[in-house]
T-cell receptor, first 113, second 114 residues
Framework: GNSVTQMEGPVTLSEEAFLTINCTYT??????LFWYVQYPGEGLQLLLK?????DKGSNKGFEATYRKETTSFHLEKGSVQVSDSAVYFC????????????FGQGTTLQVKP | NAGVMQNPRHLVRRRGQEARLRCSPM?????VYWYRQLPEEGLKFMVY????????ESGMPKERFSAEFPKEGPSILRIQQVVRGDSAAYFC????????????FGPGTRLTVT
C-alpha cells in the first residue's frame, strides 16, 4: 500500500541553523510528492512539490528532491528563521490519480532566536 | 480571491447529537476533499467529491458519516450520533484540476464531543 513516514519531532533549532526533515515513502507506480506547512491555528499550505524522479521542488528557501532510488523526499533549508516555526507534513498523491493525498504524521519545528 | 472557507471553526456537540461541517471551495474549483486529523496524528483522507458525485469514499467510516457536494452551495460533511472518538480537526481541500494534484486547504473545523 501507499504510506509516508516522517522523522519524529519536535525539532528544535537556533535561528540560522540548517534544517533537514526526513521523509520516506512507500508507493506503487510513480506518485507525486509534496511538503505542506501548518502554522498554529491555520490550515495547511502547500510549500513545494515534485511530480517525477529527480525533480527538485523549492520555495521560500526550502528545497526537496524526489529520490526514487531511496524513496525519499527530505526537506531542507540552509538557514531557518523564527517565522519558520510550524508543523511540516510530507505527502504523496498515488499515481492512480484518485486525487487523495496520503500524509505523514507531521514534524513540529521550533526555531529559537 | 477568497481561499477555501470552512465553518464553523469550532463546534461542540454532546454525544448522540449531529454535527454538520461546511466547506466552500475556492472560486472555480469543482473538486473537494475531506480529511480528518486526530490528536497527535497526521491527516487521514476521508472522501473526495465533485459536484453532485462522490468519487472516492474509501476513507469514510461505514456508519454515521456522510458527505455531499450539491450543485449549488457548500460541501457538507455530516456526522450523526457523534461519539467522543469523533473529536478531531476536519479539514477540507479543493482543487481545480485533479491532474495537478495541487490541493488548497481550509482552516479546518475543530469538533469537540462532550
Amino acid at each position: 500500500g501507499n504510506s509516508v513516514t516522517q522523522m519524529e519531532g519536535p525539532v528544535t533549532l537556533s535561528e540560522e541553523a540548517f534544517l533537514t526533515i526526513n521523509c520516506t515513502y512507500t508507493a506503487t507506480g510513480y506518485p507525486s510528492l509534496f511538503w505542506y506547512v501548518q502554522y498554529p491555528g491555520e490550515g495547511l499550505q502547500l510549500l513545494l512539490k515534485a511530480t517525477k524522479a529527480d525533480d527538485k521542488g523549492s520555495n521560500k528557501g526550502f528545497e526537496a528532491t524526489y529520490r526514487k532510488e531511496t524513496t525519499s523526499f527530505h526537506l531542507e533549508k540552509g538557514s531557518v528563521q523564527v517565522s519558520d516555526s510550524a508543523v511540516y507534513f510530507c505527502a504523496l498523491s498515488p499515481s492512480s490519480n484518485t486525487g487523495k493525498l496520503i500524509f505523514g504524521q507531521g514534524t513540529t519545528l521550533q526555531v529559537k532566536p | 480571491n477568497a481561499g477555501v472557507m470552512q465553518n464553523p471553526r469550532h463546534l461542540v456537540r454532546r454525544r448522540g447529537q449531529e454535527a454538520r461541517l461546511r466547506c466552500s471551495p475556492m472560486k472555480g474549483h469543482s473538486h473537494v476533499y475531506w480529511y480528518r486529523q486526530l490528536p497527535e496524528e497526521g491527516l487521514k483522507f476521508m472522501v473526495y467529491l465533485q459536484k453532485e458525485n462522490i468519487i472516492d469514499e474509501s476513507g469514510m467510516p461505514k456508519e454515521r458519516f456522510s458527505a455531499e457536494f450539491p450543485k449549488e452551495g457548500p460541501s457538507i460533511l455530516r456526522i450523526q450520533q457523534v461519539v467522543r472518538g469523533d473529536s478531531a480537526a476536519y479539514f477540507c481541500a479543493s482543487s481545480g484540476d485533479q491532474g495537478t494534484h495541487e490541493q488548497y486547504f481550509g482552516p479546518g473545523t475543530r469538533l469537540t464531543v462532550t
